[in-house]
Each structure stands twice: as structure tokens, then as C-alpha cells.
């Protein structure tokens, strides 16, 4: 390995962040300072708000949840679709001559 090519490696390397808190970590940089960290960050501390001006976030799940009463499962389609079809009654309609049975299609 060459070594004029390598950054020079700091096994105890502080990342100092805005908040206060400070971390010691291996890094080419012997100091690193962040505005955000684990400790202070509105997702990891749980203060996290959604702003919202247009109720974009309240529309969206509204209707989530409107879809999750609407899904059904492939049995209960298809026990309403047989309802259906016999609520609505035979597709053809028979007929009695005298020459014999004649069939016509319900319009």
C-alpha cells in the first residue's frame, strides 16, 4: 500500500453538534461539527410536526382509510355478485307455443 496517497486516518475523531452533544468516532477529519444529530433531530426526539397549510396530509388519510373499509376479499365479491344475479333473475326468457319452447333474451 502506498502510503503518500492516504489520507491520514484519526481514531478519535469529535463530531461536536449545534445542540451541544458530542460524539468521538474514527474519521480523516480530526473535527467535525453538524447542525443536526441523533439527539436533537425532530424524527428521533419524537417533536416532530407536519405542517400542513392545504390539509394535504388529513386528505390523503381520509381517504386511506375510506379505501380500508371499501376493500373486500375475493369471497365476499363474489357472494355479492351471485346475489346479484339472482335478484335480477334468469337471462332468458322462456316461452310456450304451441309448436314447442322458444327462448328469447331479456332486454
Do not use: N, W
Not at 502506498?2 to 486516518?9: F, N
Not at 484519526?10 to 447542525?35: D, N, R
Not at 443536526?36 to 386528505?59: N, W
Request: positive net charge.
Amino acid at each position: 500500500m502506498k502510503s503518500a496517497i492516504h489520507p491520514t486516518y484519526f481514531e478519535e475523531a469529535t463530531i461536536s453538534c449545534a445542540c451541544g452533544a458530542v460524539y468521538k468516532t474514527g474519521s480523516t477529519k480530526q473535527a467535525i461539527s453538524v447542525e443536526l444529530c441523533a439527539a436533537c433531530h425532530p424524527f428521533y426526539t419524537g417533536t416532530q410536526t407536519i405542517i400542513d397549510s392545504a390539509r394535504r396530509v388529513e386528505k390523503f388519510q381520509e381517504r386511506l382509510t375510506k379505501k380500508s373499509d371499501e376493500v373486500k376479499g375475493k369471497a365476499t365479491k363474489k357472494i355479492a355478485r351471485a346475489a346479484k344475479r339472482i335478484a335480477a333473475g334468469p337471462k332468458v326468457e322462456v316461452e310456450e307455443t304451441k309448436s314447442g319452447r322458444v327462448s328469447k333474451k331479456k332486454k
